[in-house]
């Protein structure tokens, strides 16, 4: 799968499950933070949409 499709399948989830606000507002959080400073728009959208689904980064393994 390229880039854009991952994107697509992000944007496609986020908008039919109706979790756009939740999305926005976790993307906007991470522009403030460091450590999401370098990542891809990819990793962004994952990490935010992975996020606003109830995944918690400190209490489980981080995805590879």
Do not use: C
């Amino acid at each position: 799968m390229s880039l854009e499709d991952d994107l697509m399948d992000m944007y496609n989830e986020v908008r039919n499950k109706g979790l756009q606000e939740k999305f926005d507002k976790q993307i906007a959080k991470m522009l403030k933070q460091d450590k999401h400073k370098h990542k891809t728009a990819n990793e962004r959208w994952d990490y935010a949409l992975r996020r606003i689904k109830g995944w918690n980064p400190n209490k489980s393994e981080k995805k590879l």
